[in-house]
């Protein structure tokens, strides 16, 4: 079983939709949270960064973190076909190395 | 805006050949990392370096592959000699400090023929 499971999609939604996305994890250590939006043939791109449990808002984007559950969620409101692309969670212990789920697929259909 | 650069932007070569990667993180960044990834699977760590010293480098097949930080700013990361089984995305990023948020590179893409 791998650390982080991430359905690999596709996750297909109509423009204007609620995109839902969600991680799990194994490792009740991990402490630093991310996500990351990966268009094709490009790198990973920072979306959110959060520490401990919460939920943290960054214009259409909200993630939250429920580590009790080990349980991790990315919202983007108001979704738009520019966000279309993969999806990567990522997540570390203190002083241990990133590790990512599998990503996940996402298309916005105009 | 400051980025993470790496060169090639991709990379064909011959089963056998060397092949190398370089990355220049964002200025005074610590941490470095190298990562693979396989098309359709996320990043995979190969090397982590906390200013000119490794820290991680469990899952970098050390028989072929070799990475350095001299001066603890830019890197390489080589393979010798190059197999079919490593095509895939190499990405490097940097962080402030370990566990800072880590910020990727275009990524280099190297198919081995």
């Known amino acids: 079983q791998k650390e982080v499971e991430q359905d690999p999609g596709p996750l297909s939604v109509p423009e204007g939709a609620i995109v839902s996305l969600n991680c799990t994890y194994s490792?009740?250590?991990?402490?630093?949270f991310m996500w990351y939006r990966q268009y094709s043939r490009k790198g990973p791109e920072l979306l959110m960064y959060t520490y401990s449990s919460g939920n943290k808002e960054d214009g259409r984007f909200t993630a939250q973190v429920d580590k009790s559950s080990k349980y991790i969620s990315l919202f983007i409101r108001d979704s738009q076909p520019s966000d279309s692309a993969t999806y990567l969670c990522?997540?570390?212990?203190?002083?241990?190395?990133?590790?990512f789920g599998g990503g996940t697929r996402v298309l916005v259909k105009p | 805006e400051a980025e993470v650069a790496q060169s090639p932007r991709y990379k064909i070569t011959e089963k056998s050949q060397a092949v190398a990667f370089w990355c220049d993180p964002i200025?005074?960044?610590?941490?470095l990392y190298w990562y693979r990834q396989i098309l359709g699977q996320g990043p995979e760590l190969l090397v982590q370096?906390?200013?000119?010293?490794?820290?991680?480098d469990s899952q970098l097949p050390k028989d072929r592959f070799s990475a350095e930080r001299l001066k603890g700013v830019d890197s390489t990361l080589k393979i010798q000699p190059a197999e079919l089984g490593d095509s895939a995305m190499y990405l490097c990023?940097?962080?402030?400090?370990?566990?800072?948020?880590?910020?990727f590179g275009q990524g280099t893409r190297l198919t081995v023929v």
């Open positions: 490792n009740s250590a991990f402490q630093y």
């Open positions: 370096f906390q200013d000119e010293s490794v820290v991680d």
């Open positions: 990023a940097s962080s402030l400090f370990q566990d800072r948020e880590a910020f």
């Open positions: 990522a997540m570390r212990a203190a002083g241990n190395k990133l590790t």
């Open positions: 200025s005074g960044h610590a941490t």
